[in-house]
């Protein structure tokens, strides 16, 4: 799955870079706390995350990245003056199309891919929700 802190950059603009900062530490222990000793949480750069689901079909994936959407909903972080309501938009695939002669690291490019495109269509309907890669 992956994921991104809805509005980032007006948390930072409008609070400061120090609560900006303290947000992405909130929603990365949130994550952490959430997810199977098996995962892989990341953060993929800015505020966007990746969690690698280990063995775990997008049907299963799905009700966990929703999950983790709704607490992160419902956790507001205390800013310096006043409280940080947080949202996410999540993606989240499982789909690897032929895979029989592909390198390791052209699988995770294409997870990566897929995922993020689920992302921008969560983006696109609105944010704060998880929508799930359907190949074409």
Do not use: W
């Not at 900006?20 to 530490?25: A, E, F």
């Not at 799905?62 to 909903?73: D, G, H, N, Q, Y």
């Amino acid at each position: 799955m992956m994921f991104d802190i809805d509005f980032f950059k007006r948390v930072n603009d409008t609070f400061g870079h120090t609560s900006g900062d303290m947000v992405l530490k909130m929603v990365a222990n949130t994550a952490k706390e959430m997810i199977r000793a098996t995962d892989i949480p990341a953060r993929y750069g800015g505020e966007e995350f990746i969690v690698l689901l280990p063995e775990t079909p997008v049907s299963a994936a799905a009700p966990v990245a929703e999950k983790l959407r709704r607490r992160i909903e419902d956790t507001t972080a205390q800013g310096e003056k006043c409280p940080i309501a947080i949202t996410a938009s999540f993606g989240v695939s499982d789909y690897l199309g032929e895979t029989n002669s592909k390198p390791n690291e052209r699988i995770l490019a294409e997870f990566i891919s897929k995922a993020d495109q689920a992302l921008y269509a969560s983006k696109n309907a609105g944010r704060n929700r998880v929508s799930v890669y359907k190949p074409d």
